[in-house]
Nanobody
Framework: EVQLVESGGGLVQAGGSLRLSCAVS????????IGWFRQAPGKVREGISC????????WYDDSVKGRFTISSDSAKNMVYLEMKPLKLEDTAVYYC??????????????????????????WGQGTQVNVSS
């Protein structure tokens, strides 16, 4: 079965860093676009980054651009999100998700806006990130 498991969350001070990991099984990262989402307390889930291996397309939300970096290791079926420097507003539950396909990248990882949750079939359970002052 398809499974995504996030890890690496925790409590950090503002200005600190974290590296989230997402272990993927049952599917290959070569064939599925990957998205990172987060849900802050009292807010809806939002897409913050995505990646399509078909053409190497990468998208970041303005709120994290320049601070977060998405990456993947197809051989290990792992996807990562490096976060630095963290801000108080980064406090949220972070989810990785996989789309059913990798192509077209403009559909699953659009250059015009955040990845759409409805297009992603497979989800991890989430990992909590708490940023303190």
């Amino acid at each position: 079965e398809v499974q995504l498991v996030e890890s690496g969350g925790g409590l950090v001070q503002a200005g600190g860093s974290l590296r989230l990991s997402c272990a993927v099984s049952g599917i290959s990262l070569d064939d599925h676009a990957i998205g990172w989402f987060r849900q802050a307390p009292g807010k809806v889930r939002e897409g913050i980054s995505c990646f399509s291996s078909y053409d190497g397309a990468i998208w970041y939300d303005d709120s994290v651009k320049g601070r977060f970096t998405i990456s993947s290791d197809s051989a290990k079926n792992m996807v990562y999100l490096e976060m630095k420097p963290l801000k108080l507003e980064d406090t949220a539950v972070y989810y990785c998700a996989a789309a059913p396909e990798v192509n077209p990248s403009t559909y699953y990882c659009s250059p015009y806006g955040p990845p759409r949750s409805i297009l992603y079939d497979y989800w991890g359970q989430g990992t909590q990130v708490n940023v303190s002052s």
